[in-house]
């Protein structure tokens, strides 16, 4: 195939397959980290041993998931000097800082904090290791403020100059806070958390259609699915926030997004419910179109002007079929979850939210489309920017280094290799500790509850942890 001896095509792929590996699990611990916040935060107020079983419990995923993620994540940086050393020399003078923090946050909040988050518990006071998984909460979304920073960047780049063909920095706070991040990084941001408590709702409802660890299970669910109610719709809300921003900063990409090929003179734009557009014909087929939709959504009036794909080069379009399906799935499994959780109001408003066995499998079924949605939203808005590397500044293949095929192909398969090693045995920990459920026996610290509290669970006795 002509594709397998093209150095471009090959880095590109790599560097999706590698990132889009990556992504899984820092969605996860940036979520579940957060999560795990709240659940400390009522152990110490309330002092009530659920809590701290809820904690030690989803705490064991979230260390699985932290782990994987810095193995994957380490293999991501090392392609910027193998396969695009000429788009680190251009851009050296922005991406080397904003590397450098996000490498600093990680290791000194995140893995600083995370043994004593982990191992401390009769090792430090209650506060210190509160402070502790702040700590390591914390890192995880600096983490991905600088990853995001970079990214952001790459779509709407500010505050800088250029000099002998690099870009060198004139304004850092006008480099990192660019047009595009505020609304990437609470859009991503929102995400994480929207996964993790989805993640959490669904293997608690796993747990209650088994009847297995009930009263864990309905806390562990109860408290994931009040986050979820405030999260679903603030996403959404996000959503539409950002489609606007990518309308005025890359109108390009809102064409390609919407299948939109004229520019509307008179009238409102169509909003395409379904289309398959055709970039050779410069058409879409079959398509199912809101009049005035798509002016309404992007300018809030019957009328407003969108720009079509027309105006722009032929060579400057990104690809409209695959932005128009991506972030449709993205978009609807935004409306899924607030669906869910109206639905979830509804049989709260009822009594019977714990026992509905038909929504119970609706959250284990929905379980993974917050990570669905996430990778469908990185593709949006990555083949979005293209053909640039930088928007309207470099274009990717000039980014690319000098490799042969041969090299490319290697470090490729090496890398899928890799990826199958590590997912694999990351499933096998996570099913295996999934199985053996919470521990819900064992000692916990001793506190002093206040007079009258029970314990969770009849069984347990607290003391001194072993």
């Known amino acids: 195939m002509d594709i397998l001896t093209e150095p471009l095509f090959l880095s590109r792929l790599q560097f999706a397959l590698t990132i889009m590996f990556h992504m899984l699990f820092p969605t996860l611990t940036i979520g579940l980290g957060f999560y795990l916040v709240v659940v400390e935060a009522f152990w110490l107020a309330t002092k009530e041993e659920i809590y701290y079983r809820m904690y030690r419990f989803w705490a064991r995923i ?16 090392f392609q910027f000097g193998t396969n695009w050393s000429r788009f680190a020399t251009i851009t050296a003078n922005v991406f080397s800082p904003l590397l450098y923090y996000e490498v600093m946050v990680a290791f000194f909040l995140e893995a600083g904090f995370l043994s004593i988050m982990l191992f401390g518990w009769k ?6 290791h509160f402070l502790a998984t702040c700590m390591v909460s914390a890192g995880s979304i600096l983490s991905a403020f600088w990853i995001l920073a970079g990214n952001s960047w790459m779509q709407t780049p500010s505050g800088f100059t250029m000099s002998n063909g690099k870009f060198m920095v004139t304004n850092f706070w006008e480099a990192i806070f660019n047009p595009s991040f505020p609304i990437t990084f609470s859009h991503m941001l929102i995400a994480s958390f929207e996964t993790s408590v989805f993640a959490v709702a669904g293997i608690s409802a796993f747990f209650l259609l088994r009847g297995s660890y009930v009263p864990f299970s309905r806390r562990s669910m109860g408290m994931a699915l009040i986050m979820a109610a405030l999260f679903a ?12 921003a990518v309308a005025s900063s890359q109108p390009a990409k809102l064409a ?37 939709g798509l002016s ?23 690809n409209s079929l695959v932005l128009f399906w991506n972030f449709r799935v993205m978009a609807g499994i935004g409306f899924v979850f607030l669906f869910v959780m109206v639905w979830a109001g509804i049989l709260r408003l009822r009594g019977n939210l714990f026992e509905n066995r038909l929504f119970l ?9 917050g990570w669905l949605a996430t990778e469908t939203g990185w593709v949006t808005t990555e083949v979005g920017r293209q053909p640039w590397l930088v928007y309207n500044l470099v274009r990717t293949p000039d980014g690319l280094s000098p490799i042969p095929a041969a090299s490319a192909i290697w470090s490729l398969a090496l890398f899928i290799v890799i990826f199958i090693v590590v997912g694999s045995s990351y499933f096998y920990y996570i099913f295996t500790m999934l199985k053996g459920g919470p521990d819900l026996t064992g000692p916990i610290p001793h506190v002093e ?13 607290p003391g001194e942890e072993g």
């Open 123 to 128: 090792r430090v006071r209650p506060g210190v």
């Open 449 to 461: 509850r206040p007079a009258g509290m029970r314990s969770f669970g009849s069984s347990s006795s």
């Open 62 to 77: 979230f260390a699985i998931n932290f782990g994987v993620g810095v193995v994957s994540g380490i293999v991501m940086e």
């Open 361 to 369: 499998r609706a959250l284990i079924f929905i379980q993974p489309l």
């Open 256 to 292: 390609a997004i919407e299948a939109h090929w004229e520019t509307n003179i008179r009238g409102g734009a169509p909003l395409h419910l379904f289309a398959i557009p055709d970039m050779e014909r410069e058409t879409n087929f079959a398509q199912i179109s809101v009049p005035d």
């Open 233 to 244: 719709p603030l996403q959404v809300f996000l959503g539409d926030v950002n489609g606007r």
């Open 296 to 318: 309404m959504l992007i300018t809030h009036t019957l009328e407003g002007r969108v720009q079509g794909l027309k105006e722009f080069p032929r060579g400057d379009r990104p």
